[in-house]
């Protein structure tokens, strides 16, 4: 599908009297705006800057030079309807449009226009490091929300910019991503309910009508028999897409230590998708000094309390009380005699609503005698089922945002500081 479907014809032809990439920045600005979103009508130095689009892997602005109000209003916001380009004849350029916020109740939209001399726009390519996500406290669906939310921003970078515009790990996971999406968006939603057991497995199945072609079932049974699950290999191989088994299968697994291994397998690709590009932050001074700051005091108060690691991952390890209680989904469990018990906390950073958020997740493992290196583990391993030796949770108490003042900010540390006080006790 291409912007063409989405622009209005007239404004595409005028469009194209630009370069590429200035054509790229007027499209989006005008699927992304017209009719959808109030912008602030801020004009400094006759320049009027807009911030298009942006999701985790990239941002588009657009900002307008010399540029003149023909009508002499200037409304704090707008949000254009009917958007009209058009070539003058002294070479300047001129948008028109009706500002729906302008006009009262009962009358006609006010009609608005500026011209300017030339555009200057952009898009910049993030690492995805940084998620737009409201972290809510679920232990079930944090890890795929985290997932999904990149794969979706991988997938509207290709739909915006154009492939050439993905290198070659991003191209891998969609290929992947084309045959888990339902899954995943299956998996998180409210209705879905995953116990202890495959049969435990209960969703809404009038939300299964997606269908898949023999291909990406082909492609699904080739990468989860490479992961050694040999059950959705041949599921994958031998069923259709919607079958019950099969979606029990493999919405059964994404709880539980295989998941773990599915986890990862896509995390790290994900990491590569975006390890050629700069940080979210890199781009911005003020939330550089803001994460220098935080990521300065978390690393004291964790250090102080000697635990081991760096910003934004702390591990610490602990003797637990002769019976230790773990509340999984529930249901209670209880272990004795327990050698030690690995604690985690790391950090996952976020915009919302226009505010970087840094928000803390916490997790527990009391391990088996296994091969798994637990001091390489993190609060996100922590939210998959094994038995009730895992636990994970979003500590949304403790986070800190730009907005908040240094005496909001030391409080949100000496409550930090409190809970490692409390857990080393424990």
Same mark, same amino acid.
């Given at each position: 599908?291409?912007?063409?479907?989405?622009?209005?014809?007239?404004?595409?032809?005028?469009?194209?009297?630009?370069?590429?990439?200035?054509?790229?920045?007027?499209?989006?600005?005008?699927?992304?705006?017209?009719?959808?979103?109030?912008?602030?009508?801020?004009?400094?130095?006759?320049?009027?800057?807009?911030?298009?689009?942006m999701?985790?892997?990239?941002?588009?602005?657009?900002?307008?030079?010399?540029? /003149?109000?023909?009508?002499?209003? #200037?409304?704090k916001?707008?949000?254009?309807?009917? %958007?009209?380009?058009? @070539? $003058?004849? &002294?070479?300047?350029?001129?948008?028109?449009f009706?500002?729906?916020?302008?006009?009262?109740?009962?009358?006609?939209?006010?009609?608005s226009a500026?011209?300017?001399?030339?555009?200057r726009?952009?898009?910049?390519?993030?690492n995805?490091?940084v998620?737009?996500?409201k972290?809510?406290?679920?232990?079930?669906?944090?890890?795929?929300?985290?997932?999904?939310?990149?794969?979706?921003?991988?997938?509207?970078?290709?739909?915006?910019?154009?492939?050439?515009?993905?290198?070659?790990?991003?191209?891998?996971?969609?290929?992947?991503?084309?045959?888990?999406?339902?899954?995943?968006?299956?998996?998180?939603?409210?209705?879905?309910?995953?116990?202890f057991?495959k049969?435990?497995v209960?969703?809404d199945?009038?939300?299964?009508?997606?269908? /898949?072609?023999?291909?990406?079932? #082909?492609?699904?049974?080739?990468?989860?028999?490479? %992961?050694g699950?040999? @059950? $959705?290999a &041949?599921?994958?191989?031998?069923?259709?897409?919607?079958?019950?088994?099969l979606?029990?299968?493999l919405?059964?697994?994404?709880?539980?230590?295989?998941g773990?291994?599915?986890?990862k397998?896509?995390?790290?690709l994900l990491?590569?998708?975006?390890?050629?590009?700069?940080?979210?932050?890199?781009?911005d001074r003020?939330?550089?000094?803001?994460?220098?700051?935080?990521?300065?005091?978390?690393?004291?108060?964790?250090?102080?309390?000697?635990?081991?690691?760096?910003y934004?991952s702390?591990?610490?390890?602990?003797?637990?009380?002769?019976?230790?209680?773990?509340?999984?989904?529930?249901?209670q469990?209880?272990?004795?005699?327990?050698k030690?018990?690995?604690?985690?906390?790391?950090?996952?950073?976020?915009?919302v609503?226009?505010?970087?958020?840094?928000?803390?997740?916490?997790?527990?493992?009391?391990?088996?005698?296994?091969n798994?290196?637990? @001091?390489?583990?993190?609060?996100?391993?922590?939210?998959?089922?094994?038995?009730?030796?895992?636990n994970?949770?979003?500590?949304?108490?403790?986070?800190?945002?730009?907005?908040?003042?240094?005496?909001?900010?030391?409080e949100?540390?000496?409550?930090?500081?409190?809970?490692?006080?409390?857990?080393?006790?424990?």
């Open positions: 599908m291409s912007n063409y479907d989405f622009v209005d014809e007239e404004f595409h032809q005028f469009v194209q009297q630009f370069h590429t990439e200035e054509q790229r920045v007027l499209l989006a600005f005008y699927r992304e705006l017209v009719g959808k979103r109030k912008i602030p009508y801020k004009i400094k130095d006759r320049n009027f800057q807009v911030n298009v689009q999701n985790q892997g990239f941002a588009i602005t657009a900002e307008f030079q010399d540029v /003149l109000i023909e009508d002499g209003r #200037h409304p916001e707008i949000l254009m309807e009917n %958007l009209r380009g058009e @070539r $003058l004849e &002294d070479g300047r350029y001129r948008l028109s009706t500002n729906r916020l302008a006009s009262g109740e009962g009358q006609a939209p006010k009609e500026f011209s300017f001399s030339s555009l726009g952009g898009v910049r390519l993030w995805y490091r998620h737009m996500l972290l809510k406290a679920d232990t079930i669906g944090l890890p795929w929300n985290l997932l999904n939310e990149t794969l979706e921003a991988v997938e509207q970078k290709k739909q915006v910019l154009g492939e050439s515009y993905l290198n070659i790990h991003e191209q891998k996971a969609l290929h992947i991503f084309e045959f888990l999406r339902p899954y995943f968006h299956l998996y998180l939603l409210p209705t879905t309910k995953i116990g057991g049969s435990t209960l969703y199945s009038d939300q299964v009508e997606w269908t /898949l072609d023999s291909a990406k079932m #082909h492609r699904g049974a080739e990468f989860f028999a490479s %992961l699950l040999r @059950r $959705l &041949d599921y994958f191989l031998k069923r259709e897409c919607n079958d019950r088994e979606v029990q299968e919405l059964y697994t994404m709880r539980t230590l295989k773990n291994i599915l986890f397998t896509l995390n790290h990491e590569e998708c975006g390890r050629d590009r700069q940080g979210l932050y890199e781009s003020d939330m550089i000094n803001f994460r220098s700051y935080i990521r300065e005091k978390i690393q004291k108060v964790f250090a102080d309390h000697g635990w081991r690691g760096s934004p702390f591990m610490a390890v602990s003797r637990p009380d002769f019976i230790e209680v773990s509340n999984i989904y529930k249901r469990y209880a272990y004795l005699n327990e030690m018990k690995f604690i985690y906390f790391d950090f996952i950073e976020s915009i609503d226009g505010q970087y958020h840094i928000t803390p997740i916490t997790g527990m493992i009391l391990p088996k005698n296994t798994i290196d637990y @001091r390489k583990c993190t609060s996100v391993d922590c939210f998959f089922l094994d038995g009730g030796r895992r994970g949770a979003v500590f949304g108490d403790l986070t800190v945002s730009e907005d908040m003042t240094r005496k909001e900010i030391k949100k540390m000496e409550q930090l500081s409190a809970v490692l006080d409390y857990q080393q006790r424990t």
